[in-house]
């Protein structure tokens, strides 16, 4: 089946410690997303990657890090500068970084600071 | 910097009414509009999207409507069912490469 894995689905952290979660993709698509969803607010864009071995910034990108060394995987670094963590993140995928094709969502990983 | 306003927060419908919720752009160089809708502890899946050379786009229950000189968009959803209870997000493009998100709107359809 192609789709997006996101691992784990529930992440406990304590605050000061950097968590990393996983993103992978099999659809063979360019584009990567990270999202943070909070109650109320929607969908906020943390950092996009159109190519491997390239991304870009995006509305919330303080406190977060990623990587795109292979096209499959996104993975995304909450750090300890990030001062409120507690959300669900979601990673999406696109054939082509153009915002006309559809972006592919995958089940989410719910991260709360203890 | 492109903002997407979408009202309700929350809606409440009978089963067999019809759902309406709405959305507003600022601007956009790019036409292309989708809703997404979310089930609880999911990731959003499309829905429906519209690329405006046309005002309305049906999809079985779900309808886009469009108004381009107004800068608004909405999702009419025929027939409401209790399956369709969902959070739903409309988004616009900004720039080249990114949509921006509406806050949602979280959708219960009463038996």
């Known amino acids: 089946d192609g789709g997006i894995t996101q691992s784990p689905k529930y992440l406990f952290r304590k605050e000061g410690q950097n968590v990393t979660l996983s993103c992978e993709q099999n659809l063979n698509h360019d584009a990567m997303y990270w999202y943070r969803q909070d109650p109320g607010q929607g969908l906020r864009l943390i950092y996009y990657?159109?190519?491997?071995?390239?991304?870009q910034k995006g509305d919330i990108a303080e406190g977060y890090s990623v990587s795109r060394e292979k096209k499959e995987s996104f993975p995304l670094t909450v750090t300890s500068a990030q001062k409120n963590p507690t959300a669900f993140y979601l990673c999406?995928?696109?054939?082509?970084?153009?915002?006309?094709?559809?972006?592919?969502f995958g089940p989410g990983t719910r991260l709360t600071v203890l | 910097q492109q903002q997407v306003k979408q009202s309700p927060q929350s809606l409440i419908v009978q089963k067999g009414g019809i759902s309406i919720i709405n959305c507003a752009y600022e601007?956009?160089?790019?036409?292309?509009f989708p809703w997404y809708q979310q089930f609880p502890g999911k990731g959003p899946a499309l829905l429906i999207a519209i690329r405006p050379d046309v005002s309305e786009k049906k999809e079985g229950r779900f309808t886009i409507s469009f108004n381009k000189s107004a800068k608004q968009f909405s999702l009419h959803i025929m027939d409401s069912q209790p399956g369709d209870s969902a959070t739903y997000f409309c988004?616009?493009?900004?720039?080249?490469?990114?949509?921006?998100f509406g806050q949602g709107t979280r959708l219960t359809i009463n038996p």
């Open positions: 988004a616009a493009p900004r720039g080249a490469q990114k949509l921006v």
């Open positions: 601007n956009t160089a790019f036409d292309y």
């Open positions: 990657s159109q190519i491997v071995n390239d991304f």
């Open positions: 999406a995928s696109s054939i082509d970084p153009s915002p006309g094709t559809t972006q592919y």
